[in-house]
């Protein structure tokens, strides 16, 4: 139970970080464009700096083929040391992607983060009794997602960045 006062739910007071981790779920990568969904690849084990580049170099490319988006993509991510502080990683970036932007740390300001939540809206419907149907029934509902529906989400971000920077970094309602 939380006792506050009424609209006050976004005050800094009010609220408390939160750190989630893998605790027994499946650890995806996964990339998209407004043009469509690229490679979902699910990673067994801990995702250290030498996996991801594995991962990096057997996707992304591959994805940004696939959604046409090769020469022009925006690859965004945390940051995750074996993301931004790996020299490997760092280094097959440079020459791979045409921009890289990094967010905070489990940001919302990914657009991709709109998107794992419906799809976490629609796995929930039924209950999962394993690990092996989750993935399935991931792969099943990644199929499913339209380029209407991402190029909604896509382009609602430059909203959610100018409240972000009204709000001075301080949370807002999304």
Aim: glycine share 4%; net charge positive.
């Amino acid at each position: 139970m939380i006792w506050r006062k009424a609209n006050e739910e976004f005050k800094l007071k009010n609220l408390k970080p939160t750190t989630t981790h893998g605790g027994g779920s499946l650890i995806v990568w996964d990339c998209i464009s407004s043009k469509g969904v690229g490679e979902l690849i699910f990673i067994d084990g801990i995702l250290d700096k030498n996996k991801y580049l594995s991962i990096l170099k057997d996707n992304l490319i591959k994805s940004a083929n696939n959604m046409n988006v090769r020469d022009s993509f925006k690859f965004y991510q945390d940051n995750d040391p074996k993301h931004n502080k790996s020299r490997i990683v760092q280094e097959y970036l440079l020459y791979n992607c045409p921009k890289i932007l990094h967010l905070p740390l489990e940001s919302d300001l990914n657009p991709i983060e709109n998107l794992w939540n419906l799809l976490d809206r629609n796995i929930r419907i039924m209950p999962t009794r394993s690990k092996e149907e989750l993935k399935l029934r991931l792969k099943e509902e990644w199929t499913r997602i339209t380029s209407d529906y991402l190029t909604k989400i896509i382009s609602n971000m430059s909203k959610y960045l100018q409240l972000v920077i009204k709000q001075k970094d301080y949370p807002t309602k999304y």
